[in-house]
Nanobody, 122 residues
């Protein structure tokens, strides 16, 4: 099982990045997928989540309207388009997968990927 996050980097405030999570080793279409982030000295927080069929999405208030999440079940990928980035978006971003609908409310996942660092300069 693997969740490979990519697309992080350094960007100026107001800029955009697109994170991608590539999954393998499990039935991707049976899992909700979410993005989480953790900034230095802070707890991990949920950013966005998409249901297994892609018909439901959930967002943290801090990113609503800026970070649309999407998935392609044919390619086993979930993308997070990050627009209008702010310095407070700086964090390590992780993708996670859960089959039992625990991801957004309880932040529990069957699988976690390694993180990708996003740094937003002011």
């Amino acid at each position: 099982v693997q969740l490979q996050a990519s697309g992080g980097g350094l960007v100026q405030a107001g800029g955009s990045l697109r994170l991608s999570c590539a999954a393998s080793g499990f039935r991707f279409g049976d899992y909700d997928i979410g993005w989480f982030r953790q900034a230095p000295g802070k707890e991990r927080e949920g950013v966005a989540c998409i249901s297994r069929r892609g018909d439901k999405t959930y967002y943290a208030d801090s990113v609503k309207g800026r970070f649309p999440i999407s998935r392609d079940n044919a390619k086993n990928t979930v993308d997070l388009q990050m627009n209008s980035l702010k310095p407070e978006d700086t964090a390590v971003y992780y993708c996670a997968a859960d089959e039992r609908s625990r991801l957004w409310v309880r932040h529990i996942a069957d699988y976690w990927g390694q993180g990708t660092l996003v740094t937003v300069s002011s």
